[in-house]
């Protein structure tokens, strides 16, 4: 009886410690006395009154980069546009600047809009949001909704508002669908440039084989070659490896369903490099020429190497000696 009431007051005091344990630390006292919350007042009213200076300065600052764009300000400089002007002289990060000249283009026709953000009713977050889908006919519409929501909930409403029927989301579709492209062709540096647009099904397929291929290729390095500090530099070398290894096995693969059709096979897109023999040769000077078919030229170690992993066909080519009749 004697260890069965000591178990429990043990068990009692276990309860009672673990519970003064957990407790949080006491905090200051939140006294409701008339002079805090005066206090109080004065401070959110100042918040809210510098946060409307803000917000009108914010108004001023658009309406003057929207005159200095449409007077082309940026090219004196040599920029290359007026977001790249505006991230080298404010600071401004290039894709902050980027949509802060695409709201000022846009409040050029958006007078409503502007005056209520040149009063402080708006911040930038919601004037980024209208833009995107405001017109002069609309845009009253868009302002009552601005004015009774948080910028969390416009931009939501917003995107919505971008959807619309079911036929203006079709022929959004049609238009996505026609403006895909795509093209690689070489630069002034002997360097080739990839630019596209592509479908989202097709955009995501090309971003799985390059991921896929970057961890087949980077996988003998170790978990170090790709980690949190990798830059993004680092990060585009990788995928740039990687879309070579996509384009070598799928020449190697053929594109038949399940071996390689009649004119689709590897051998009928070949690619030719041009190299002199002295490029090739130790004792050359590695002044030879090395060419691709389109001209554009090969540097004398990428030729070497390429010419290790590659078919080489040797061609004579003969002299012709004039001859005087």
């Known amino acids: 009886?004697?260890?069965?009431?000591?178990?429990?007051?043990?068990?009692?005091?276990?309860?009672?410690?673990?519970?003064?344990?957990?407790?949080?630390?006491?905090?200051?006292?939140?006294?409701?006395?008339?002079?805090?919350?005066?206090a109080l007042e004065k401070i959110?009213?100042?918040?809210?009154?510098?946060?409307?200076?803000?917000?009108?300065g914010e108004h001023r600052f658009l309406t003057l980069v929207a005159e200095f764009d449409r007077l082309?300000?940026?090219?004196?400089?040599?920029?290359?546009?007026?977001?790249?002007?505006?991230?080298?002289?404010?600071?401004?990060?290039?894709g902050a600047c980027r949509e802060r000249v695409r709201a000022a283009r846009a409040l050029v026709k958006l007078p409503e809009i502007g005056a209520s953000m040149s009063r402080g009713e708006l911040s930038f977050s919601a004037v980024r949001a209208l833009t995107r889908v405001a017109t002069p006919e609309n845009e009253s519409d868009l302002l009552d909704l601005a004015r009774g929501c948080t910028t969390a909930q416009l931009e939501r409403m917003v995107r919505g508002f971008k959807l619309g029927s079911r036929q203006d989301e079709a022929d959004r579709e049609?238009?996505?669908?026609?403006?895909?492209?795509?093209s690689v062709f070489p630069d002034e540096e002997g360097m080739y440039e990839v630019k596209g647009k592509l479908t989202p099904e097709v955009g995501a397929l090309l971003m799985r084989a390059v991921e896929a291929?970057?961890?087949?290729?980077?996988?003998?390095?170790?978990?170090?070659?790709?980690?949190?500090?990798?830059?993004?530099?680092?990060?585009?070398?990788?995928?740039?490896?990687?879309?070579?290894?996509?384009?070598?096995?799928?020449?190697?693969?053929?594109?038949?369903?399940?071996?390689?059709?009649?004119?689709?096979?590897?051998?009928?897109?070949?690619v030719l490099l041009h190299v002199d023999a002295e490029t090739l040769s130790e004792e050359g000077s590695g002044l030879g020429q090395s060419e691709m078919e389109d001209g554009t030229r090969v540097s004398t170690e990428t030729s070497r190497r390429l010419s290790c992993d590659a078919a080489v066909v040797e061609i004579g080519r003969e002299e012709t000696v004039p001859c005087s009749m």
């Open 213 to 270: 291929a970057g961890d087949s290729l980077y996988r003998k390095k170790g978990p170090k070659s790709v980690s949190a500090e990798t830059s993004f530099e680092d990060a585009a070398h990788r995928s740039a490896d990687a879309l070579g290894l996509v384009a070598e096995r799928a020449m190697a693969a053929g594109f038949g369903e399940n071996a390689p059709v009649s004119g689709t096979k590897a051998e009928r897109y070949q």
């Open 1 to 38: 009886m004697i260890q069965s009431a000591s178990l429990v007051a043990d068990t009692r005091l276990v309860r009672e410690t673990a519970h003064v344990y957990v407790a949080p630390a006491p905090g200051p006292e939140l006294s409701l006395d008339t002079d805090r919350i005066e």
């Open 72 to 94: 082309r300000g940026w090219e004196l400089a040599g920029h290359r546009s007026c977001a790249h002007w505006l991230a080298f002289r404010t600071g401004f990060d290039l």
């Open 174 to 182: 049609k238009e996505r669908f026609e403006s895909r492209s795509f």
């Open 44 to 56: 959110e009213e100042e918040i809210v009154l510098l946060a409307a200076h803000l917000h009108a």
